[in-house]
T-cell receptor
Framework: KQEVTQIPAALSVPEGENLVLNCSFT??????LQWFRQDPGKGLTSLLL?????REQTSGRLNASLDKSSGRSTLYIAASQPGDSATYLC??????????FGSGTRLLVRP | EAQVTQNPRYLITVTGKKLTVTCSQN?????MSWYRQDPGLGLRQIYY???????DKGDVPEGYKVSRKEKRNFPLILESPSPNQTSLYFC???????????FGPGTRLLVL
């Protein structure tokens, strides 16, 4: 059964710092991996989607990488801002068409 | 505006009283799915649908039913709700399972 793990569970950094969030999954038979952002009490906003054949995707200050063979993905946030404070979730679409989520990393960017 | 809508957004009900949470998307997406989010357990998929009349169980389907009679709608049915179904529910849709999944705003359900 596919399992997705995210570390760290929580992270607090000063504004302007570059940071890396980690996601790992146990079964490499995935269609894609998606990173989401969730603000308190709100829905999920899609940040980046990486297809299984791709190695990375970039959007503005965000860069996500995927190493399917080792079951790992990272989300790199450059020059962090207080507005980046949220919970970041990664999810894999597994071989049985199910979207499996990690437990998230709660990020606080201090002014 | 392209969106996934859910209704109601908040619901308080009692044990055993059947309820339906509606989900609708206006993007002509084929793949739709339901999730529940619980503290300490994260987001877990309840059911998904690859297209009209094609549905399958996710990881936590017990106590739930779904139907997909039209492409745009994917209602979640709780025929006899119990307190352990108190949760935050999300609906999502995507062009298909290989593309970005877009989430609705969520429905907060309390079963007394």
């Amino acid at each position: 059964k596919q399992e997705v793990t995210q570390i760290p569970a929580a992270l607090s950094v000063p504004e302007g710092e570059n940071l890396v969030l980690n996601c790992s999954f146990t079964d490499s038979a995935i269609y894609n991996l998606q990173w989401f952002r969730q603000d308190p009490g709100k829905g999920l906003t899609s940040l980046l989607l990486i297809q299984s054949s791709q190695r990375e995707q970039t959007s503005g200050r965000l860069n996500a990488s995927l190493d399917k063979s080792s079951g790992r993905s990272t989300l790199y946030i450059a020059a962090s801002q207080p507005g980046d404070s949220a919970t970041y979730l990664c999810a894999v679409m597994d071989s049985s068409y199910k979207l499996i989520f990690g437990s998230g990393t709660r990020l606080l960017v201090r002014p | 505006e392209a969106q996934v809508t859910q209704n109601p957004r908040y619901l308080i009900t009692v044990t055993g009283k059947k309820l339906t949470v509606t989900c609708s998307q206006n993007m002509n997406h084929e793949y739709m799915s339901w999730y529940r989010q619980d503290p300490g357990l994260g987001l877990r998929q309840i059911y998904y649908s690859m297209n009209v009349e094609v549905t399958d169980k996710g990881d936590v389907p017990e106590g739930y039913k779904v139907s997909r009679k039209e492409k745009r709608n994917f209602p979640l049915i709780l025929e006899s709700p119990s307190p352990n179904q108190t949760s935050l529910y999300f609906c999502a849709s995507g062009t298909d399972y290989e593309e970005t999944q877009y989430f609705g705003p969520g429905t907060r359900l309390l079963v007394l």
